[in-house]
């Protein structure tokens, strides 16, 4: 195994995800690929006037952080790369890993429950569109 994405959305709860592909990283001496997706921007038509953060800081502002996730990784000795895609999180997912030929995503259970379980979590969108293998990994 070389390379491991992972996904996450720099949250204390993706945490866990993040830790277990650090971990098989390690191990296998896997580049791990952080993939942290930045959704487009939507605008809101109604009564209200909806005020959206300029996109483009909010992409700055998931790189800065993913990149220190990034370096806290390569001081435990792991190889690490990043990516900040616009778009969809499972989307995004599957797409880095196609372009990367990923021979692992590891995702997050968060949202498996419930409704959105039925209507399409992320962790489910990603096992049904992966061309590779994919863990998802227990956060709560």
């Known amino acids: 195994m070389d390379r491991i994405v992972v996904g996450t959305d720099l949250s204390q709860r993706s945490s866990a995800a993040v830790a277990m592909a650090a971990q098989l990283a390690g191990q296998m001496g896997a580049t791990l690929h952080l993939v942290s997706a930045c959704p487009m921007p939507a605008v809101g038509m109604g009564p209200e006037m909806v005020i959206i953060p300029d996109h483009g800081q909010v992409v700055d502002s998931a790189k ?14 792991l190889t690490v790369e990043t990516h900040t895609p616009v778009g969809d999180a ?11 030929g990923a021979d692992l995503i590891v995702v997050g259970n968060k949202r498996m429950q419930g409704a959105a379980r039925i209507l399409g979590s ?7 569109k992966a061309a590779c293998s994919v863990l998802i990994t227990r956060t709560a």
Do not use: F, K, W
């Open 122 to 128: 992320v962790p489910n969108r990603v096992a049904h």
């Open 90 to 100: 499972a989307d995004a997912l599957c797409a880095v890993a196609e372009t990367i």
């Open 64 to 77: 800065s952080d993913i990149d220190r996730m990034a370096e806290e990784l390569r001081a435990q000795g």
